[in-house]
């Protein structure tokens, strides 16, 4: 076999393969032997049939293009672990000669993983933001605990901000109704906001019983795109009027919504969870802004492909979520009125932006050699066994399993994890502004 490797652009390679007529003519007779029960000829048994009589009465041309694919499968495969390449892709066959007695050829044209152009990722001007938490803070968390455990007592008279009212509703855009314009017993809290443009403010001074034509428009930027800037009008029906009763703050509320017996005591509780909640989101930030600038530095031509799989990826997260929540992913188009294809373009800046920071982060793992030693790997794989199983014999099983099955995929998470923690402690300044 000879194999000519060229570089194309876009971040492509191109392979012609040339194989022996010998190999050529060894894979007609493997197709052959593969295919013969598949033909009839007068005076023989099914799958019988010699070859010399296949060649006259049916032709071996037949059979050159389950030869082709035969011997392109198994000279492909070589060609790329033999070059060293990586491919992101399926590649594009060309034959280029598939004639008996000759030397069979081809070119198979494929996606490679990018070359990666690092700019400056040390010692840059990232700014570290931190967060205090003060009263307001504590104040806000108990506030938001007496919102959460409020009792909601019917109410007469009119709505004011700040009711929840209970409303059946039907939406129309040019006196037709459409998908995802209606529901039946809806909560709405008056004032949240929650409803598009001043939908909320058509209902103060309204009463049970009431049937309300409410007139909006749909903004601009709405996510579902025929809705866009759209005028539209929902029939409203107001079936119940509802305020919240809010508990006193004292011990006696602490003790009733919390573990603790004071209120001093779930004041403190509040407060340690907050700071240490601002601290994950403080380092979380900052990795992210570390990685944003180390990104921006570089240059890095990514394949169509790598995106594509990148949007599949996220497109299957989010299936499961929904699913989670008890629909369908077909289910959540049809209710917000959009297509699979929507869905797509709207993951497409997450997926580039994923993609080119996976491509840079591995490529700075590269330049500075972090690997990765036997005991991390035991220490990932436990940890992830644990998320499985509470049983010790379990968890070790499933170590093994991960260990065996999954030792890449590890190995790829603790240096990507690595290489992070290396740029946030190559970007820290001594000051946090």
Do not use: W
């Not at 058509?202 to 795109?225: A, E, H, M, R």
């Not at 570390?290 to 995106?307: A, G, L, R, T, Y």
């Not at 594509?308 to 629909?327: A, P």
């Amino acid at each position: 076999m000879n194999v000519q490797l060229n570089n194309l652009e876009n971040s492509r390679v191109e392979f012609i393969i040339k194989i022996d007529k010998k190999e050529f003519s060894d894979a007609i007779q493997m197709s052959f032997k593969k295919n013969v029960s598949k033909y009839n000829i007068p005076g023989f048994r099914k799958g019988k049939i010699p070859f010399e009589i296949f060649r006259k009465m049916i032709g071996v041309e037949a059979l050159y293009n389950d030869a082709a694919n035969i011997l392109i499968e198994r000279t492909y495969k070589n060609a790329v672990e033999d070059h060293k390449v990586e491919v992101v892709d399926y590649p594009s066959i060309d034959i280029i000669n598939c004639k008996g007695g000759e030397d069979f050829e081809y070119k198979a044209t494929v996606y490679v993983k990018p070359n990666v152009v690092l700019g400056e990722y040390k010692y840059l001007d990232v700014e570290e933001v931190s967060y205090e938490v003060n009263d307001n803070d504590i104040e806000q968390e108990l506030q938001n605990l007496r919102e959460k455990n409020a009792r909601l007592i019917l109410k007469d008279g009119t709505i004011e901000n700040g009711d929840i009212v209970v409303i059946d509703f039907k939406g129309f855009i040019d006196n037709e109704p459409f998908d995802g314009g209606e529901a039946k017993d809806y909560n709405l809290v008056i004032g949240s906001n929650s409803f598009i443009d001043n939908f909320e403010d058509q209902l103060i001074g309204k009463s049970k019983g009431d049937k309300v034509d409410v007139n909006v428009v749909f903004p601009i930027d709405y996510g579902v795109d025929k809705l866009k800037g759209k005028e539209a009008k929902f029939e409203v029906n107001i079936n119940e009027i509802k305020v919240k009763e809010l508990e006193e703050l004292d011990d006696n509320f602490a003790k009733t919504y919390s573990e603790f017996s004071t209120l001093d005591e779930l004041k403190n509780s509040i407060r340690e969870k907050k700071i240490k909640d601002n601290d994950t989101k403080q380092k979380y930030e900052f990795e992210n802004s570390v990685i944003e600038k180390v990104c921006s530095n570089s240059q890095v031509d990514i394949p169509e492909p790598m995106i594509q799989s990148e949007i599949d990826r996220l497109i299957h997260d989010f299936e499961n979520k929904v699913k989670y929540q008890g629909t369908t992913l077909e289910q959540y188009c049809q209710y917000y009125g959009i297509g699979l294809d929507d869905i797509r373009n709207n993951f497409r800046d997450r997926a580039v932006k994923q993609v080119l920071s996976n491509l840079v982060i591995e490529e700075i793992s590269k330049k500075e050699n972090i690997s990765v030693n036997g005991d991390e790997l035991d220490v990932k794989a436990l940890e992830l066994a644990k998320m499985y199983s509470h049983d010790e014999e379990k968890i070790s099983s499933i170590k093994e399993s991960l260990l065996s099955s999954y030792k890449d995929s590890l190995k790829r998470d603790i240096v990507m994890s690595k290489t992070v923690e290396f740029l946030v402690n190559q970007n820290k300044k001594r000051g946090i502004k």
